[in-house]
């Protein structure tokens, strides 16, 4: 199936592994021009090294917590591949913790880090999109927006709200031809995966191998997910076979979710 997304340009957050590296790489492979940040320096770079092999890709320093750096990410890319077609926006999540383990500080922090980039960077892209008539707004959330999980409570906060900033989004842009939608992620393996995992085998006395036993046999597929599996639906949410669906947030876990609205 061609997704005729041949030389758009793509903004990945946080692409540097994981989830947002296997948006890049299935977006390279549909031939985007892709553009990643990431905080940690060498592993941004090792992920462009790597991510070039498939296509033409840019790699930029930036903490998605900042204005200034989503800022400056922003005008790298208009400058160095043109404005930008399709965002998706990412993050590596807010602390692992109950309600009255956490303060002010990482409540705030949590509001920088996964509600506000998302404002932030969507500002940036949509003008643009908005003269051209045509936009992919994908933000990478998930399922704790619509299942909430006690360990998770900054997470499940901000998600949900995302969903509703999505159908928000959707509603607004609809007009100019930009879609928006939410991916509801469930276990993917990833390091955020990892440190949930460390968190709960301690509470439960498991061992690694009891623990993920449990987890599989929680999801109907019996499995975790692998992050290409996410990259694959962000690349059909962002074409053009994809074009009459916005506003909305798609669980891709497993069937994880138990509720079935």
């Known amino acids: 199936m061609d997704l005729e997304l041949k030389d758009k340009v793509a903004m990945i957050a946080a692409a540097s592994k994981g989830i947002g590296k296997a948006c890049a790489l299935a ?30 890709v840019i790699a930029i320093e930036a903490d998605v917590s900042s204005a200034e750096d ?3 990410w922003h005008k790298h890319t208009l400058d160095r591949l043109g404005p930008t077609d399709i ?11 109950r309600f009255l383990e956490l303060n002010d500080d990482q409540w705030q922090a949590g509001v920088e880090s996964t509600l506000m980039n998302v404002v932030r960077l969507c500002r940036l892209v949509i003008p643009g999109m908005q003269q051209r008539k045509w936009g992919r707004i994908i933000h990478l959330t998930s399922m704790v927006a619509k299942q909430p999980m006690e360990e998770l409570v900054i997470s499940s906060t901000l998600r949900a709200g995302l ?12 007009p100019d031809s930009i879609t928006v939608n939410a991916i509801l992620t469930g276990n993917v393996l990833t390091d955020r995966q990892m440190a949930l995992a460390e968190v709960r085998m301690k509470e439960r006395g498991l061992t690694r191998e ?11 597929l019996r499995r975790s997910a692998d992050p290409r599996e996410i990259g694959d639906v962000v690349a059909f949410l962002a074409s053009e076979r994809a074009s009459y669906i916005t506003g909305a947030s798609v669980p891709v876990d497993g069937g994880l979710i138990k509720a079935s609205l």
């Open 27 to 56: 977006l390279l492979k549909e031939g985007c021009r892709v553009s990643i940040c990431a905080r940690n320096v060498e592993a941004l770079n090792q992920a462009r090294e790597e991510l070039s092999e498939a296509g033409e």
């Open 163 to 174: 969903s509703g900033l999505t159908k928000a989004m959707a509603n607004q842009f609809g």
């Open 210 to 220: 009891e623990y993920f036993a449990q987890v599989s046999s929680g999801i109907p």
């Open 87 to 97: 965002l998706v926006t990412n993050t590596g999540g807010p602390p692992v913790a």
């Open 70 to 72: 989503l800022a400056a």
